[in-house]
């Protein structure tokens, strides 16, 4: 019995969806046989596809869409606003009326290592891997490995050349 569960009613979830205790699922959509760790938060609007892992501690905002077979690590956090405010420039309180959301991808494939920041207005490209504790700034080709702070071009999938893109 699952005790410690936050899903919402609006929730869409797939098949055979598996979700562990202390997570809190609101307004969102979940693909077929997707895993969904421990202290999970995943907001309205974001999308998760089919055979996906979600990794513990890890928190997808609104606008934030995964394809079908990505693994995410544990403690990524994904990120919608670029220059995020609590008050507007005449100090009043913002509210969603004050701010767009700014959309991210994770194409199919992808995976993200544990601790990493995505920033909004990115696409991670198809089989592509994020390094653990990067920070992506910019989008990333299909079929590369990135790393770092800023995340940068690392190689190729299968490629042992190790060059970083100037």
């Known amino acids: 019995m699952r005790c410690h569960q936050n899903i919402a009613p609006d929730v869409r979830?797939?098949?055979?969806?598996?979700?562990?205790?202390?997570?809190?699922?609101?307004?969102?959509?979940?693909?077929d046989y997707t895993?969904?760790?421990?202290?999970?938060e995943i907001q309205r609007n974001a999308k998760?596809?089919?055979n996906c892992r979600i990794s513990t501690h890890t928190f997808i905002c609104e606008g934030v869409?995964?394809?079908?077979?990505?693994?995410?690590?544990?403690?990524?956090t994904f990120v919608n606003d670029?220059?995020?405010?609590?008050?507007?420039?005449?100090?009043?309180?913002q509210s969603d009326k004050d701010w767009a959301i700014e959309l991210t991808v994770v194409k199919r494939g992808a995976?993200?290592?544990?601790?990493?920041?995505?920033?909004?207005?990115?696409?991670i490209g198809e089989n592509a891997i994020v390094g653990a504790g990067s920070v992506v700034t910019r989008s990333v080709p299909d079929n590369v490995i990135v790393a770092g702070n800023p995340a940068r071009f690392l190689r190729c999938i299968g490629?042992?050349?190790?060059?970083e893109e100037q």
Request: charged fraction near 20%; charge should be negative.
């Open 13 to 31: 979830l797939g098949k055979d969806v598996k979700v562990c205790d202390y997570v809190n699922l609101y307004g969102c959509e979940v693909g």
């Open 35 to 40: 895993n969904i760790g421990t202290f999970v």
């Open 48 to 50: 998760v596809g089919r």
């Open 65 to 76: 869409t995964i394809e079908d077979d990505v693994f995410i690590g544990h403690g990524v």
């Open 82 to 93: 670029t220059y995020p405010r609590a008050v507007s420039p005449e100090g009043c309180v």
């Open 111 to 123: 995976s993200i290592g544990s601790g990493a920041t995505i920033l909004p207005n990115v696409t």
């Open 159 to 163: 490629s042992s050349d190790f060059r």
